[in-house]
């Protein structure tokens, strides 16, 4: 076994395509297990398995090679699943649980899981929101993460795996893939872009903290560098810290991209938290990680990367 070696599950996915970057770049051996590879390998530290979770022989594989896994696989965003718990079910609880089924019989492996901090407290009492804060998700994938979590602290509880859940706030950044109705950020620059209208949801009140996608990633790496001073089990918020409405989020991108927006308001949803800012002192404490990119930078640096983008 290579204690270099890492498995990304879903590395192919936005958050994995950069994290792959930062862990070669750190000295890393990369294994990306994915339904996607790319056109071409770059680098001679990467292997790329096109396949689905469920093929157990390669999984089995890269569980016996790999010291830290990161399942970063997720087929759903709280509008996709809407009033439809068992698709939730089925594209992400079931496939983890049997995931699970194999993980837990390799004592070895430090599995880092990506959670969500913007759905799974709900509508919180208490503002920021801290790891012991009750979870109390209002969306069916929100639930699913809350599941997740549950499961793995059972498995915890009866292996010997070190596991870390991570519960980011809205990721962005360049190299975010444009999904209608998901990545708020990404959504208005590309609306702006192609000078269409912008829906927000109810009155542009909510309140969201944003986080960029390369602070998130070295948060991902942290998770390694003090894995052999991290408890069994840890949880651990990864935010900026900082918070913005809707509308005041509207204003911030139309004074970085010296434009306005066509700003459109639709009737609130039932799926949408009314605002939720984490706390992230216990990993700022813990492993030393804090953000260093701030809003307005983060933003000219999406837009940068937006602008060229073919239409």
């Known amino acids: ?5 890492v498995l990304l599950i879903g590395g192919m996915g936005y958050v994995g395509r950069q994290l792959q970057e930062l862990l070669l770049a ?8 994915d339904r996607k590879s790319p056109a071409q390998k770059g680098n001679e530290n990467i292997d790329f398995h096109k396949c689905l979770l469920s093929d157990e022989s390669v999984l089995r594989d890269l569980l016996h090679r790999c010291s830290t896994v990161f399942f970063l696989a997720s087929d759903s965003v709280p509008a996709t699943t809407a009033r439809n718990p068992s698709k939730e079910g089925e594209l992400n609880l ?7 089924d194999i993980f837990q019989e390799y004592d070895h492996i430090h599995l880092v ?5 913007g759905t799974i407290y709900g509508d919180p009492e208490a503002i920021p929101v801290s790891e012991s804060s ?22 915890s509880n009866q292996y010997d795996n070190r596991i870390t859940i991570l519960r980011p706030s809205n990721l962005y950044g360049p190299g975010q893939p ?15 872009k192609r000078d269409q209208l912008v829906e927000i949801w109810g009155d542009g009140a909510i309140v969201r903290d944003y986080l960029y996608i390369d602070d998130f990633v070295s948060a991902c790496l942290a998770c390694i560098q003090f894995e052999k001073q991290q408890k069994r089990y840890r ?15 509207c204003d911030e991108i139309e004074a970085v991209t010296e434009q306005n927006l066509k700003r459109v308001y639709m009737p609130g949803r039932a799926i949408d938290v009314k605002s939720v800012i984490l706390d992230y002192s216990r990993i ?3 492993l030393g990680w804090q953000p260093v990119v701030g809003i307005n930078e983060g933003l000219r640096r999406t837009w940068k990367w937006i602008q060229k983008l073919p239409l």
């Open 94 to 100: 079931l496939p983890f649980l049997k995931f699970l």
């Open 1 to 5: 076994m290579n204690f270099q070696e």
């Open 26 to 33: 750190a000295g890393y051996r990369v294994n990306v297990m």
């Open 113 to 117: 899981y990506l959670s969500s901090g």
């Open 284 to 286: 700022k404490k813990e």
């Open 235 to 249: 949880i651990f918020n990864v935010s900026s810290g900082l918070s913005l409405s809707i509308n005041k989020l």
């Open 178 to 192: 444009y999904v209608p109705g998901f990545g708020v950020i990404r959504s208005i620059m590309e609306k702006l």
């Open 134 to 155: 009750p979870v109390a998700p209002i969306s069916y994938h929100g639930a699913g993460k809350a599941a997740i979590e549950a499961f793995l602290h059972v498995c």
